[in-house]
């Protein structure tokens, strides 16, 4: 009936398996969980996530070399045998003992995606993780009655159902390698009017990146997506950074906004990295970078 699939890089995924293992036993309907090793450079975390193949109904496979997150994915739906797919993030772990359950009631309904939704620790972490830590709080953490009203604009790839074939028309010629494919995954499905469901059944997000590192991923979430519009013109969105790019371009402010960008890059860049980092400056510094790689 459904295939849990994990793509994992430098993490010791054995437990997640282990905790979804049981969960989907004492569910009636058929599963497998696949785990695709995606070129791990740690050989000790990698020897040990493949005594995971020793538990029933779980396959685990690795890709020779870093093929990067959606070629991963495209390789484990290719891999599964049922019409469901439940994609989940290594670095995340189930809430409860019911977890699983909460899914399998949506297996008969109409929507084609079922997302679940993300949680934090609501401890405060060392402050150089605090910028990940805040906009996962404030941006990720969303409650389904808040991302049910706006569909399309809230999507997080570490906790969502899907149907098999829909992944395979729509989703599998994504190629990009790099962080932001959330937002393409987002707006393929609003472009479709994919149907899709959000509920109440979110993660724990183990895996913060410091500062330094989600500065420079949100950068290359940019970069993608500008490189992302170039083959794909007639793309739309309701994502809240490229609708306020849109209208900064109307008022072809993009020159303005570029120029007080690298006026003030250095000081946004250290206060971001810095003990308290601000999310409107945040939002402020990937507006200005996106006005700046674009101009």
């Not at 005594?51 to 290719?78: C, D, F, K, Q």
């Not at 500008?226 to 072809?252: E, G």
Request: with cysteine.
């Amino acid at each position: 009936m459904f295939s849990i699939l994990i793509p994992v890089y430098n993490v010791d995924v054995s437990s997640l398996v282990q905790i979804l293992h049981e969960q989907a036993n004492r569910l009636s309907g058929n599963f497998q969980i696949i785990v695709c090793d995606d070129g791990s450079t740690d050989k000790v975390i990698q020897r040990s996530n493949r005594n995971v193949a020793i538990l029933e109904h779980v396959i685990y496979l690795e890709n020779t070399e870093n093929r990067g997150r959606l070629a991963t994915r495209n390789r484990l739906a290719e891999s599964a045998q049922h019409p469901w797919l439940l994609f989940l993030d290594a670095d995340v772990l189930p809430p409860d003992d019911y977890f699983l359950n909460r899914y399998f009631t949506y297996f008969n309904q109409t929507f084609d995606v079922v997302m679940g939704g993300f949680t934090y620790s609501q401890d405060n972490p060392d402050s150089q993780f605090s910028l990940r830590w805040k906009f996962g709080r404030k941006r990720e953490s969303i409650s389904a009655s808040e991302r049910n009203r706006q569909l399309y604009r809230v999507f997080i790839s570490a906790n969502y159902l899907i149907r098999k074939t829909v992944y395979i028309d729509l989703l599998s010629h994504l190629k990009t390698s790099v962080y932001g494919a959330d937002n393409l995954i987002a707006a393929v499905f609003f472009k479709n009017k994919t149907p899709i469901f959000h509920i109440d059944n979110p993660v724990i997000h183990l895996g913060l990146e410091s500062n330094k590192v989600f500065l420079k991923k949100s950068r290359e979430a940019i970069d993608s997506f500008l490189f992302f519009l170039q083959d794909n013109p007639d793309f739309q969105s309701q994502n809240k950074l490229y609708r306020t790019f849109l209208t900064v371009k109307k008022l072809r402010l993009v020159k303005w906004v570029d120029f007080v960008f690298c006026l003030n890059r250095k000081q946004l860049e250290k206060h971001l990295l810095g003990k308290n980092p601000s999310l409107l400056l945040f939002d402020l510094y990937r507006l200005g970078y996106l006005c700046h790689i674009h101009h």
